[in-house]
């Protein structure tokens, strides 16, 4: 299979790595320490670096919608690994934190969704980058935009949605708190 990389990408080829945004939430146990257990384990993996995390928000359930709210963010993460072996150390990530998979889009402890990788596009039966439905989500899209830099693809797009489901309080999206991430804060947008 040969890779695919978008235009305006860097030519950089599956499995050398790069950089990575993902989306963390939590709605089960205590949330906010969920988040921040999660992200200390993305550090603590030898082939990945935090880079920027985004701030917390709150946002109701989407889809099953008889569970408690959920706190929401993003990370922009620098890796060696290739998007399936960080999509699996993601996975065992959250079994370490309690996740079950109980009910689609049901509560959960954590939950860790990869949503691009730095010049990778792929559609396979484990994963599709970019994510399929990342666009349409308030919850995925807020904090998204917080971690992209100002030159990426989709980082205009992002950010005008972002705004308008801020405004429009979609999926009852409102900003929670902020995680001062070892001296990185989130994207401040200037």
């Given at each position: 299979?040969?890779?695919?990389?978008p235009?305006g990408?860097?030519?950089?080829?599956?499995?050398?790595?790069?950089?990575?945004?993902?989306?963390?939430?939590?709605?089960?146990g205590d949330?906010?320490k969920?988040?921040?257990?999660?992200?200390l384990?993305?550090?603590?993996?030898?082939d990945?670096k935090?880079?920027r995390?985004?701030a917390?928000?709150?946002?109701e359930?989407?889809?099953?919608?008889?569970?408690?709210?959920?706190?929401?963010?993003a990370?922009?993460?620098?890796?060696s690994?290739?998007?399936?072996?960080?999509?699996?150390?993601?996975l065992?990530?959250?079994?370490?934190?309690g996740?079950?998979?109980?009910?689609?889009?049901?509560?959960?402890?954590?939950?860790?969704?990869?949503?691009?990788?730095?010049g990778v596009?792929?559609s396979?039966?484990?994963?599709t980058l970019?994510?399929?439905r990342?666009?349409?989500?308030?919850?995925?899209?807020?904090p998204?935009?917080?971690?992209?830099?100002?030159?990426?693809?989709?980082?205009?797009?992002?950010?005008?949605?972002?705004?308008?489901?801020?405004?429009?309080r979609?999926?009852?999206i409102?900003?929670?708190?902020?995680?001062n991430?070892?001296?990185?804060?989130?994207h401040?947008?200037?």
């Amino acid at each position: 299979m040969e890779d695919y990389n978008p235009p305006g990408t860097n030519e950089r080829m599956i499995g050398e790595g790069g950089v990575a945004y993902i989306a963390l939430g939590s709605n089960v146990g205590d949330r906010a320490k969920l988040l921040q257990d999660a992200l200390l384990m993305l550090e603590r993996h030898p082939d990945i670096k935090v880079l920027r995390v985004s701030a917390v928000y709150e946002t109701e359930p989407v889809g099953y919608t008889d569970q408690p709210a959920f706190l929401n963010m993003a990370a922009a993460l620098d890796t060696s690994l290739s998007p399936l072996q960080l999509l699996r150390a993601m996975l065992g990530m959250e079994l370490q934190l309690g996740r079950t998979r109980d009910v689609r889009w049901g509560p959960r402890t954590i939950d860790l969704d990869l949503l691009l990788y730095e010049g990778v596009a792929m559609s396979g039966e484990e994963l599709t980058l970019p994510h399929p439905r990342m666009m349409e989500r308030a919850f995925v899209l807020v904090p998204l935009s917080d971690v992209l830099e100002d030159g990426h693809p989709l980082y205009a797009q992002a950010t005008e949605l972002a705004q308008q489901a801020l405004q429009d309080r979609g999926e009852g999206i409102a900003l929670w708190n902020t995680i001062n991430w070892q001296g990185a804060s989130a994207h401040s947008g200037s």
